[in-house]
């Protein structure tokens, strides 16, 4: 069965999108912080998971063009979102498996009204939200 990605671009740098992501999954009940390790977690490129203090959060912002959080919304029920910096805009992907329908469908709710109420007017073309199957 193919898996459910949220890929959402936002006008904006990546420190200001990601405001709008964290207030989104926050919403939503997600936290960027294990209920289990404490710390925040991001993933290198060989597949190894890499743990950090919520205070180095920034950090790994602004380290590469592109970078992954794991969000939390309880020991059983996380996600995997990776960012890609494009300038003055910010690409993100959210890997939905692993989360029920009902929280699927809340997750896309929420970020459609981002932009669609908050976002719209900032855009000048192209594709600002899809749902695709990989």
Not at 8 to 20: D, H, Q
Not at 59 to 76: P, V, Y
Request: glycine residues 8%; hydrophobic residues 40%; contains cysteine.
């Amino acid at each position: 069965m193919a898996r459910p990605i949220l890929k959402i671009t936002i006008p904006r740098n990546i420190s200001e999108s990601f405001s709008y992501v964290i207030d989104c999954l926050g919403g939503v009940g997600f936290s960027m912080v294990s209920p289990v390790s404490q710390k925040i977690a991001t993933w290198n490129d060989h597949g190894d998971q890499l743990l950090f203090e919520y205070s180095d959060f920034h950090e790994i912002l602004r380290k590469d063009e592109q970078g992954n959080l794991q969000f939390w919304k309880n020991a059983n029920e996380d996600i995997f979102v990776h960012w890609k910096k494009m300038g003055d805009r910010s690409k993100y992907l959210i890997y939905l498996d692993g989360l029920s329908g009902e929280t699927q469908e809340l997750l896309i709710s929420t970020f459609s009204n981002l932009i669609l109420s908050r976002l719209r007017y900032d855009y000048r073309g192209g594709i600002a939200f899809a749902i695709i199957f990989e």
